[in-house]
Each structure stands twice: as C-alpha cells, then as structure tokens.
T-cell receptor, first 113, second 112 residues
Framework: DAGITQSPRHKVTETGTPVTLRCHQT?????MYWYRQDPGHGLRLIHY???????DKGEVSDGYSVSRSKTEDFLLTLESATSSQTSVYFC????????????FGAGTRLSVL | DQQVKQNSPSLSVQEGRISILNCDYT??????FLWYKKYPAEGPTFLIS?????DKNEDGRFTVFLNKSAKHLSLHIVPSQPGDSAVYFC???????????FGTGTRLQVFP
C-alpha cells in the first residue's frame, strides 16, 4: 500500500468554522490531489498539486483552499465550513506526469452541522 | 454534465459467474481509462487500466474492454468471488492533463 495518511479520519464541526484536513505521504510522489465523494456524484476533484507551492483548481474548488509547503504534505482548508461540505474527502498521489494511476488514502469523513 | 457515466448503480452476481460492469464516456479527448475498487471505510484501490490505443487489457480474473467508436468500456470479472463485492469506479484521463474524471460507481454484490 502506498504510504498515505489522512488526518483526522473523522471530524464533526459547526457551520462557519474553519477546518483543515491533512494528507501526508512517504512515497516522495510529485503529484497530490484532493477529492470529495458524495452519493450520486462519485469522486470529484477539488484541488491538486504538481509540486511544492504549485497548485491548481479542480472542478469543485469553491469554498476550499490548499497549500503544499513540503513534498510530503498537502493541506485542504475549508475557510468557513458549510453543510454542503459534509462529505468524505480523499487524498491521492501519483508518481509523475502521464502516470494516470493515483493511489488513495483512507479518507476523512467530515460532518458540518 | 457527467462526462463519465456508470448507468447501473448496482449489480448482483452469483459466485463463480461473470460480472460485467459498464462505463460510458462522452469526451473523445480521453486517452487513458482506469478501474478502481472501493470497500466501505477505505480509499479506492487501483484495479486495472487501458490506453485508448488498445481495445483489451487482461490481468488475472479482470479484463477491461474498450470500444472507442461507442465510447464504452467494460470490466469483466471471471469467476466472480464474494471478496469482489465492492463499489467499482471507472475513471478517464483527458489527454495532456494529470487529472482523472470519475464515474458515479457501481455497487457489485457477489452472493454464494
């Protein structure tokens, strides 16, 4: 299994509070991704990174920001959580450009009340 | 608009029989296709992939078929086993990007 750790694994928070999810990898892979999984939508890309300090938006980026100050860590921040951001969040990594195989973490279940 | 579609939310198959999971796509610029399997409370795991220049790829019990003219791919599992019970996602990569677009998933149940 790829060395990917997501923390926390579960979180309950209130509307309007900031939340940060962490993805840590030990594979030294260049590319990292954040997805959310919702019933009826599959996995949707929020943001991704192609190197330290290099990030770009995915298809559902509104309300989210990311940071990558080290190769091994990719942080996802909900600046002001809303109930529509209740979801399961997955981090993924891939080794290089053109390698379509992404390896996923175990996920973080976030509930915004 | 859903570019990758899995129209069957669920599929039930008897152990030992063939499971066929289907996926349709709309974007002719997709050049690589993947299947992932997901168990509850775990992340998706890569299963098998196929390049758009091929029409078949096989790995043990798993075979993926690609029909480019119909913009359709399928995953065959033969023989199906109870441990194959999971949600299966197909995904597609748009040419010259590092991003995958996923379908909504099909829940496969293999019963004895």
């Amino acid at each position: 299994d790829a060395g990917i750790t997501q923390s926390p694994r579960h979180k309950v928070t209130e509307t309007g509070t900031p939340v940060t999810l962490r993805c840590h990898q030990t594979e030294n892979h260049r590319y990292m991704y954040w997805y959310r999984q919702d019933p009826g939508h599959g996995l949707r890309l929020i943001h991704y990174s192609y190197g330290v300090k290099d990030t770009d938006k995915g298809e559902v980026s509104d309300g989210y920001s990311v940071s990558r100050s080290k190769t091994e860590d990719f942080l996802l921040t909900l600046e002001s959580a809303t109930s529509s951001q209740t979801s399961v969040y997955f981090c993924a990594i891939s080794e290089r450009a053109g390698s379509s195989i992404q390896y996923f973490g175990a996920g973080t279940r976030l509930s915004v009340l | 608009d859903q570019q990758v579609k899995q129209n069957s939310p669920s599929l039930s198959v008897q152990e030992g029989r063939i499971s066929i999971l289907n996926c349709d796509y709309t974007n002719s610029m997709f050049d690589y296709f993947l299947w992932y399997k997901k168990y509850p409370a775990e992340g998706p795991t890569f299963l098998i992939s196929i390049s758009s220049i091929k029409d078949k790829n096989e790995d043990g019990r798993f075979t993926v078929f690609l029909n480019k003219s119909a913009k359709h791919l399928s995953l065959h599992i033969v023989p199906s086993q109870p441990g194959d019970s999971a949600v299966y996602f197909c995904a597609a990569r748009q040419m010259n990007t590092d991003k995958l677009i996923f379908g909504t998933g099909t829940r496969l149940q293999v019963f004895p």
